[in-house]
């Protein structure tokens, strides 16, 4: 075979695999670009929840099964709030604080399933923030865990500020 035909070849198996993936649409976070987010996306865990990573089409973003899960690194940091903020400490020790806002907050991504329900948490502290929404349907039984799962990924992005509690004035 010549080689202009093995390439051609190669290159039509390649689209045909590629074109067998499916992508879930996410929108890129306004901060996507920042290499702390390659950082963090690289070291994301291959499953959450058993629900394997599934590839995105943005930057700095990642899915599980079929958008149940989803991930974008480089979101707006969230200011001082008085949301519900829960630090999460991994098995391993790792401590990443999260606000996990109400259904009606304007912290709430657009493209969270408001319809059905989802958990939102977004990173408290850390540049870039990382927002994390996990549709309720997904038939994640634990938020904790997920979110102990992406400790180390999430820990890429350096902490600067930490949740205070009633107790912390």
């Known amino acids: ?5 093995i390439v051609l070849a190669s290159a039509a198996a390649i689209l045909t695999l590629a074109g067998c993936a499916r992508a879930v649409a996410v929108e890129a976070a306004p901060y996507a670009p920042d290499p702390i987010c390659g950082q963090v996306i690289l070291a994301l865990p291959e499953q959450l929840a058993n629900l394997d990573q599934t590839p995105t089409p943005s930057q700095s973003s990642g899915a ?43 912290l709430i991504p657009s493209h969270a399933n408001t319809e059905s329900g989802s958990w939102t948490f977004i990173t408290y ?19 904790p ?25």
Do not use: H, K
């Open 125 to 143: 502290g850390r540049v870039p923030a990382i927002e994390l929404v996990i549709n309720a349907d997904s038939g994640v039984e634990s938020q």
């Open 64 to 106: 599980g099964g079929e958008g149940e899960i989803v991930l974008r690194c480089g979101v707006e940091p969230p200011p001082p709030t008085d949301e519900r903020c829960i630090s999460v400490t991994s098995p391993v020790g790792v401590s990443i604080d999260w606000i996990n806002p109400e259904a009606e907050s304007e």
């Open 145 to 169: 865990d997920v979110l102990n799962a992406l400790s180390l990924a999430v820990d890429r992005a350096p902490a600067e500020r930490f949740c205070v509690g009633a107790t912390d004035y």
């Open 1 to 5: 075979m010549a080689p202009t035909r």
